[in-house]
């Protein structure tokens, strides 16, 4: 029972580090993906609104950015596991979302992503 237990924690701890995110991998994502449409300067807002800062904020918050009715009443505070949520299928999260993007399904990559915006303060 022992080994057992030892040998499960063991697999977890490999499992964590093989899932831990990369911020340098996360800019480049977002460079490629999201930097056409999103700042990450505070106040400079885009086609979308800048990220500077997201993780902690608010939806629906970013003074000047034209938010649609679902984004403003979406309620949520931006964390890594509603990001990670949003950014698998923004549309499914916010069925009136003004963002044409269609969403990132790798989970690495999209870990990465995250990872990155919480470096944004």
Excluded at 55 to 75: C, E, I, M, Q, W
Aim: aromatic share 8%.
């Amino acid at each position: 029972m022992r080994r057992t237990v030892i040998a499960g924690l063991l697999f977890a701890g490999s499992a964590t580090a093989a899932l831990a995110a990369d911020p340098a991998a996360g800019e480049k994502v977002f460079k490629m993906q999201c930097g056409i449409c999103h700042a990450v300067v505070a106040g400079e807002n885009r086609v979308g609104p800048t990220l500077f800062g997201v993780v902690g904020r608010p939806a629906g918050s970013v003074p000047g950015f034209n938010y649609t009715p679902d984004h403003k009443k979406l309620g949520i505070t931006w964390d890594a596991a509603s990001l990670d949520k949003y950014l698998t299928n923004p549309r499914a999260m916010v069925p009136d979302t003004s963002m044409v993007y269609g969403g990132l399904k790798d989970d690495a990559e999209r870990a990465d992503l995250v990872a990155y915006l919480e470096t944004l303060h």
